[in-house]
């Protein structure tokens, strides 16, 4: 029921903000509009994660660990920032390397194991932040289809280590891990921290 309602709000939402010449009710509506579209992606990442391990979808007995041990060692020595995630309910954090420990100001440990959102929330003091639902959409694309998924530069404030929000821009790739027989095993999340770069263009 909780599905339904937010999908019915959402639609209802994008009308009326579509037919408002009114700024301050525009204003508004886009604040309901991005609330409901993070509250509807939460709940399908808990109960459906990216929705790829419907049984119609496989080729087979799904391999997980081979997969991962092909991957692993050049996973954790890249200097780029890398997240594993489970494609399933939950989307769970299987791992993070350190070079995206580092750019997300978080520990392994804390995070391994945790679902995605519960660690990476929207900032609760944008009303307008969409980070969330623009992610999950992408991982969702990536589940669907089979294929890499570049997002345009996002804003997706972080938490530092004392718990306060802090601005970033990042430019985030979502890409499919498939066992030997095809099957998806895993989602790949790679961002670059492009802050600089977007705070360098308001001056």
């Known amino acids: 029921m909780s599905t339904?309602?937010?999908?019915?709000?959402?639609?209802?939402?994008?009308k009326l903000l579509d037919n408002s010449a009114d700024a301050t009710l525009q204003r508004t509506l886009?604040?309901?509009?991005?609330?409901?579209?993070?509250?509807?992606?939460?709940?399908?990442?808990?109960?459906?994660?990216?929705?790829?391990?419907?049984?119609?979808?496989?080729?087979?007995?799904?391999?997980?660990q081979t997969a991962r041990q092909e991957f692993q060692?050049?996973?954790?020595?890249?200097?780029?920032?890398?997240?594993?995630?489970?494609p399933g309910p939950g989307l769970t954090i299987l791992d993070v390397?350190?070079?995206?420990?580092?750019?997300?100001?978080?520990?392994?440990?804390?995070?391994?194991?945790?679902?995605l959102f519960d660690i990476f929330p929207d900032n609760p003091s944008?009303?307008?932040?969409?980070?969330?639902?623009?992610?999950?959409?992408?991982?969702k694309i990536v589940a669907q289809t089979g294929q890499p998924h570049a997002m345009a530069v996002q804003r997706y404030d972080i938490r530092n280590p004392a718990g306060e929000f802090v601005?970033?821009?990042w430019q985030p790739i979502n890409s499919p891990i498939n066992d030997k027989a095809g099957n998806l095993v895993f989602l790949l999340h790679h961002v670059e921290d492009v802050t600089d770069q977007e705070t360098a263009l308001w001056l």
């Open 30 to 64: 886009q604040a309901l509009l991005a609330s409901a579209k993070r509250e509807l992606a939460m709940l399908q990442s808990r109960t459906d994660g990216a929705e790829a391990r419907r049984l119609g979808h496989r080729q087979g007995p799904v391999d997980s």
């Open 97 to 115: 390397n350190d070079a995206y420990a580092r750019a997300t100001l978080i520990n392994r440990s804390d995070v391994v194991g945790k679902s």
């Open 73 to 86: 060692a050049e996973f954790d020595a890249s200097r780029n920032p890398y997240m594993l995630l489970d």
């Open 4 to 14: 339904f309602i937010c999908e019915q709000n959402i639609a209802n939402f994008q």
């Open 126 to 139: 944008d009303q307008l932040a969409d980070g969330v639902s623009n992610l999950y959409s992408s991982l």
């Open 167 to 169: 601005q970033r821009h």
